[in-house]
């Protein structure tokens, strides 16, 4: 028999944590639930947990101070909850390398779909890749810190990249010099929820382009497929943990 997904759920309300555990449970995956960022980092050393359900507004640390310190030791799947509904406490929780968001009062069955979109995302990895032992991936000049979600150039400096930025250079790396459209891009970063008239793609690819340095009239690692897609075109090997 298969092993059932593990959730964690981390929220001071209790009536919350109650309510997504039965729901959860319910639907076919195994939850654990945490009331602060202690309780839930001693869950994460006693349990197999394939994604952290994190409400932003905990007592003492914070969600964005636990997102941020998960990140920098692990690529596990993080979904952030808050009762703000502000642009600007989505665009903080993205940044602190959360992979998506849900504002209060939301819906079971609609965290439950966020959930299957991002296992799926995190799951549609290639199997040649064997990216569960890999810290780093490289290309052209560049590594791509896979725990702390990074870029670093061939000096150390580090240039910090957005949790969007993070998800689709990642898909490039996991398929390089493999001609990607828009579509593809967008179901391999967001899943089923993606809207396919989404033009946030293009606005992606050239932050990205900016951040690597690659010229937008004559980009050298990222290159555009005129009517196809796009494509990165560089050599990439994986450097695994040591």
């Given at each position: 028999m298969e092993n059932p997904t593990q959730i964690l759920v981390v929220d001071d309300d209790r009536d919350i944590r109650t309510l997504l555990a039965d729901y959860l449970d319910g639907n076919g995956f195994r939850t654990f639930t945490a009331s602060n960022g202690a309780e839930m980092r001693k869950m994460l050393d006693t349990a197999r947990i394939?994604?952290?359900v994190l409400d932003l507004t905990l007592p003492g640390e914070d969600g964005l101070t636990l997102c941020r310190n998960l990140r920098a030791q692990s690529s596990l799947p993080v979904i952030m909850l808050t009762a703000r509904g502000e642009p600007l406490d989505r665009i903080l929780g993205l940044e602190m390398g959360a992979d998506d968001?849900?504002?209060?009062?939301?819906?079971?069955?609609?965290?439950?779909a966020r959930i299957r979109s991002v296992l799926r995302r995190t799951n549609a990895l290639p199997p040649n890749m064997a990216l569960s032992e890999a810290h780093s991936m490289l290309f052209d000049t560049w590594r791509l810190d896979l725990m702390a979600r990074h870029l670093v150039m061939e000096d150390g400096t580090v240039v910090a990249l957005s949790g969007a930025e993070f998800r689709l250079l990642k898909v490039f790396l996991e398929h390089p010099n493999r001609v990607l459209n828009r579509d593809q891009l967008l179901e391999l970063t967001r899943g089923r929820d993606a809207d396919p008239f989404d033009r946030s793609v293009d606005i992606q690819i050239s932050r990205l382009r900016q951040k690597l340095g690659d010229d937008a009239r004559t980009p050298r690692i990222i290159k555009t497929v005129r009517n196809e897609g796009y494509v990165l075109s560089a050599t990439v090997s994986i450097e695994s943990r040591h």
């Open positions: 394939d994604l952290v968001y849900l504002a209060k009062p939301f819906e079971p069955r609609e965290l439950f």
